[in-house]
């Protein structure tokens, strides 16, 4: 009896320290999601260019998608601004091994990686609108980011241990290049609070970067 009354307080006493270490995750807001996260995007975006490990290969499964691009703008299907909207979680409020990730040494976070989740998110709703039946599983063009337009903060701080959203849609299409209009929200005080408004401008090129 002895023993178990000590190994609970044993596991009590590493249970503490263990939420210091992941800076209280008992007690972090949580917006409970059920939307992709930002790692099934990453890799929903591999699929959809053929991200090859030996860059040869990769080269080689491209050049065989250039019949398949289709170039007459009049077979393109018709899509609208809500066609490519879409929506990721960035659980840092659930997994404390990815915020430690997102962590600076001033346990605040990283707001670089927040850009590249941005910038990944684009192309991904990029991808989307460009999305046709006829490509099959692999896009025929490459998507890139040419600009990042504009960057509006609502709030200068983020906080580290809550649930972030980023959503968005395309906004403005020319005949090589779109805009990608995107807003990050955090799930605090059981709400979700709008951080940052974004329009990143893409450019989309053929498989064998000609065009």
Known sequence: MAMGVSMRAASRKLFDVLGVRCYHVRNVTTSQPTLPTMRQVREKLKDLVGAQKNWSEQETAKSNLTDILIRDKSKLPIRCMNDSYQEAILPLGQDYRLREKY??????????????????????????????????????MYIVTALVDRIDMH????????DIKFSGKTTWVGTTSLEVTMHVEQFREN???????ARFVMVAKDPLKLG
């Open 103 to 140: 962590l600076t040494f001033m346990k605040g976070v990283r707001f670089g990686r927040i850009l590249e989740d941005l910038d990944t998110f684009a192309v991904l709703t990029s991808y989307k609108h460009n999305n046709n039946p006829a490509y099959g599983p692999v896009s025929p």
């Open 155 to 162: 709030h200068q701080e983020i906080a580290p241990d809550c």
């Open 191 to 197: 709400n979700w609070k709008r951080l940052i408004d």
